[in-house]
């Protein structure tokens, strides 16, 4: 179902765009392989990894470059322990399908 809705177009959005035609049918194909790429990257995590992730990230400004180094934020909060391990075997798209699911 289709909503209007008025949305700010900062930088990324407006480099999104650029050139397109439709704006909103630009954005629609971009969402669709976005959610198609979080699909694709699953992470199982525990409950309590998940717990412990959320309240870690929580107040944090998850940018492009915290994604980036999530591996070694954790393991300097958490040595050794099993979301360390975890988050260090996983891509980038990986962690970014994480952090939606936590919808952080």
């Known amino acids: 179902m289709a909503k209007k809705t008025s949305v700010y177009f900062n930088e990324p959005l407006l480099?999104?765009?650029?050139g397109h035609p439709s704006t909103s049918g630009r954005?629609?194909?971009v969402a669709?392989?976005?959610r198609a790429i979080l699909r694709?990257?699953?992470?199982s995590l525990s409950s309590s990894d998940s717990e412990?992730?959320?309240r870690l990230l929580t107040n944090?400004?998850?940018?492009?470059?915290?994604?980036?180094?999530?591996?070694q934020y954790i393991e300097s909060r958490l040595p050794g322990?099993?979301?360390?391990?975890?988050?260090?075997?996983?891509?980038?798209a990986d962690i970014v399908s994480v952090?939606?699911?936590l919808k952080l």
């Open 60 to 71: 944090e400004t998850i940018d492009p470059m915290f994604i980036r180094f999530l591996p």
């Open 40 to 43: 694709e990257h699953s992470v």
């Open 15 to 18: 480099w999104l765009v650029d």
């Open 99 to 101: 952090i939606e699911a």
């Open 32 to 34: 669709e392989r976005y």
């Open 81 to 92: 322990s099993s979301l360390a391990s975890t988050i260090s075997t996983c891509s980038y």
């Open 52 to 54: 412990v992730l959320s």
């Open 27 to 29: 954005l629609k194909v």
